[in-house]
């Protein structure tokens, strides 16, 4: 572990210089986890410092288009760093005193300090302590969230810790859960004026382990897309998945023997792979013609809820039924990522079209973000628009946003549009952070939320759409009071 490389020594050198990230937060949280995943285990250049098991460890992030920077482990607060383990009270104080030395130090040397917490064990005492501690200084600062393990759960994981008012970002250093995102931020968080961008990769510049990344932006584009057909019986979702995909490129064949409540099949969408995720609908109905099937809304939803993507099937010579607005506010209401399908325009004569298209658009004023489509799995019409509509919205589903661009957004809202008067005052915004995609989802930290009435919100979310240039997918805002942090 502390051979050194002989690539090292000339990379020390140009270490020097650099600005400095510090990783800080009780023992456990998975700091150590964090560091190798980030400087991607390249233990080569990190360095031990002699006397306890593991006291602090720097090493270089280094990777194309981020600035680099060097990363500090603050590392281990271990019990067995000392003498004896102490039991009891006496033993907390001695950690917490230990924890807290170590923030003041990464205080005083880092550039941008970055508090790690347990998400699975939830905010402690100590964590509400360090964050207090670490806000009295004027660094940049960012609160990782880590064992988020999936990311169906870190809404839930999160929500005790947006009570601290910092900016906030989930992750998983075991999983590889927002690593590129927890580097951007950090990156986005460095001084002007500190190097702009590493031209060298580490691949060509340093020894590598091989460790795998996770999941980049670039990557979960080529990946494919996860699809959901969502419809009441008979609006035409299979023919239109024949007509998208055709006939013999859709292979219905699920795993033999297996019971699961959803099924994968691989999808060519208009010659972009995709898997349609069915829990059931779609392929039995393409396969017996069970007319009696009975429809369940919330059931039906099912794969909408695993997919990334749901194309909502309408007959347009039907109109829009209870059932179909039943569907269209649970995915509204979810914030699925979703577009709608008119299909059976061929039905329609041509100069009603224009017509028919607006009631529906009207009937979808509510959510006027939602694409539409009039469509015909018949004679094809607009087919060709779903697929590049379909990348677009996904594009706009992944954006990821730092720290910084955000407030810069925030500051130019306000600016042009100032919080209501309420109760005899304005609501004062502290900052803006993103804190998922998939949808983005937005937090506005605020002194009071309760200034912030509903037309402020609605006007917050256009201007957000409008300067980010989201047109189709579905965002969230949420607006943090300080009042739960200061009484923590
Ligand atoms: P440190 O004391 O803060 O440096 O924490 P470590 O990095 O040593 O991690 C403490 C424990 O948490 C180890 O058992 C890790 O395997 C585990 N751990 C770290 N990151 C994660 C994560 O993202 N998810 C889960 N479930 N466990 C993690
Ligand atoms: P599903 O139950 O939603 O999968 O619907 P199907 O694809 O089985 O279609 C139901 C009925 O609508 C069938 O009789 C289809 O032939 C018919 N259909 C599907 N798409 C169209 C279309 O674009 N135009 C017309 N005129 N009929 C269609």
Redesign the pocket.
Known sequence: MNKIHPATVSLAARLTGLPKVALL?R????????FNRLIRSRRAITHDLPGVTRDRMEGAVLRRGLPPFVLIDT??VSLDAHAAPQPGPVGLRGLEAEVMRQAERAMEEAEVLCL?ADG?EGLTPLDAHLADFLRRTDKPLLLAV??V?GEERADLLLTEFYALGLPLLPC????GYNMGALLEELAGLLPPGAPQSSNETDETALPTDGTADEETPETAEKAPMRLALLGRPNVGKSSLLNALAGEDRMIVSPAAGTTRDSVDVPVQLDGVPGILVDSAGVRRRSKITDTLERFSVNSSIKSSTKAQLTLLVLDGQEGLTQQDKRLLELLDERKLTFMVLVNKADLIPTDKLREVERSYRQALAYCPHVPLLMVSAFNRRNLKKIAPLARDIMQESRLRLNTGRLNRLLEDMLQERQPPLIKGARAKFHYLTQAETEPPTFVFFVNDPERVNDAYSRYLERALRRMLGIKHAPIRLRLRGRRAAEKV
């Open positions: 937060g023992p456990n949280v998975g700091k150590s986890t964090l590392g281990g790690v699975r880590n064992k393990d998983s250093a075991e999983h």
